[in-house]
């Protein structure tokens, strides 16, 4: 049998595993990817911190998933009758035939709804990225500022989008500058993390460790358009920002092919086996996984398990026998902000967040594809921070920290200043 995997995330990698637990040398498995990595991306709070090297979350495919066909490359399109997928390999199309597909492609950043935040804005999601902002920040603080306003954009950085990773993301930014960066968070809504809207308890922990972090909170705004100087927000005022980090959640490319398999957000529709049709698998980012009659959250540890029963499903099918339900109900959910400060919840039920932090770290370790790599963590977070990360540069910051609205006056740029970002390119990675 032979089974082609399109994508090289969580979902791609458990799949793997399970193929390999339940059949052996028996199935050929050859796997498609743009990149040679897997990002684990719990631990990006902790690497935006300095608590960990950008490289620890990268897992190298070749370990994860050994004995498999690896081709670097990008699926563009698909025949399900004909069984086959065609690959673009470094300018070159190739065709891949196989008996059963796994389209694991995952997300791209929601980029392309802001104008200019795919062009000015730093996405983390994928390879490198988190590298190259943290290449940036330390590029803004060694360049000599030209006066006390551009001192104060190149101390500024917007977060768009208030979810479980932009919560995250500016929590750890603020404490990465201990107070000598200005760090705002723009939500949409009345609070942060829409999925705990109604938990009141929950919502004031989360907003008590932004406070504490430092991070200034601006509720009740969208940005709506970015530049290299920064944001303008859906009510027309402006922040000055040299940094603005895209948290708007995902969006899925359409696969050529298997449009008529999809819904409209682009998801593909699989059933409750996750089977998208005869000989077409899906889970993870890229498909519409229900349970309990509800699409299921967008999360690691669903499409890990996602994966594991797509993998076993296959199998069966190998040996005749029909494949079965994903019965997966949810474990838990978690926003994480300093060592021994976490909100999570387990089965609905909120935990102290010594407690969450504590959970949060085991299952993370657990998960990490890479046993090596696993242990790598747990040494590295175990050496002082002092020895991550260097001392910020101070530079010009206003003081407020939790703003309900901008209360009065617009900022508006008096004119363009020179460019002074040269950062490397491009800093978007497409998916398989």
Same mark, same amino acid.
């Given at each position: 049998m032979r089974v082609v995997i399109l994508g090289g995330g969580y979902t791609a990698?458990? %799949?793997?595993r399970a193929l390999q637990r339940w059949t052996g040398s028996s199935v050929e498995v050859t796997v498609v990817a743009? @990149? !040679? $990595?897997?990002?684990?991306? &719990?631990? @990006?709070g902790e690497v935006l911190d300095g &608590?960990?090297?950008?490289?620890? $979350?990268? !897992?190298?495919?070749? *370990? %994860?998933?050994? *004995? #498999?066909r690896r081709l670097l490359g990008t699926a563009v399109a698909v025949d399900p009758v004909r069984r086959t997928v065609q690959v673009e390999q470094a300018g070159a199309t190739t065709e891949l035939e196989y008996d059963e597909l796994v389209v694991a492609t995952g997300a791209q950043d929601r980029t392309a709804a802001v104008p200019g935040l795919a062009q000015h804005g730093w996405s983390l999601r994928?390879? &490198?990225q988190v590298q190259l902002l943290l290449d940036h920040l330390s590029e803004l603080e060694t360049t000599p500022a030209e006066d006390d306003r551009d001192a104060a954009r190149r101390g500024t950085v917007v977060v768009a989008g208030a979810g479980f990773a932009g919560t995250e993301v500016a929590a750890a930014l603020a404490r990465r500058y201990g107070g000598t960066r200005r760090i +705002?968070?723009?939500a949409s809504g009345t609070g942060v993390v829409p999925a705990w809207q109604q938990r009141s308890t929950l919502q004031r922990r989360l907003l008590q460790n932004l406070d504490e972090a430092g991070v200034e909170l601006? @509720?009740? *705004? *969208? +940005?709506? !358009?970015?530049?290299?100087d920064g944001v303008v927000l859906d009510d027309g005022a402006r922040l000055e920002a040299a940094t603005t980090v895209s948290a708007l959640g995902n969006s899925v490319p359409g696969m050529p092919g298997l449009e008529a398999f999809q819904e409209p957000d682009g998801l593909l529709r699989v059933d409750d086996r996750l089977r998208v049709t005869e000989g077409v698998w899906s889970a993870g980012d890229a498909a519409a996984v229900r349970s309990r009659g509800r699409r299921a959250p967008k999360e690691a540890l669903w499409a890990i398990r996602a994966g594991t029963t797509v993998g076993r499903n296959i199998a069966r099918a190998a040996r005749g026998a029909a494949p079965r339900r994903f019965g997966f109900r949810?474990?838990?959910t978690v926003a994480a902000f300093a060592p021994g400060r976490a909100v999570a919840t387990i089965w609905g039920v909120a935990l102290p967040q010594p407690v969450g932090w504590a959970v949060r770290a085991a299952v993370f370790l657990w998960f990490v594809p890479s046993r090596r790599g696993a242990v790598d963590i747990l040494r590295w977070s175990l050496r002082r921070r002092e020895t991550v990360l260097p001392a910020p540069v101070p +530079? #010009?910051?206003?003081a407020p920290r939790v703003l309900v609205g901008l209360d009065g006056g617009r900022a508006a740029s008096s004119g363009r200043r020179p460019a002074v970002d040269d950062r490397p390119q491009p800093r978007t990675a497409e998916s398989a």
């Open positions: 990698i458990w %799949c793997y743009p @990149t !040679s $990595q897997h990002v684990f991306h &719990g631990f @990006t &608590g960990l090297a950008p490289a620890l $979350q990268n !897992s190298d495919l070749e *370990r %994860c998933m050994p *004995r #498999a994928h390879p &490198g +705002v968070l723009v601006l @509720t009740g *705004r *969208r +940005v709506v !358009s970015v530049d290299e949810g474990l838990g +530079v #010009a910051v206003r």
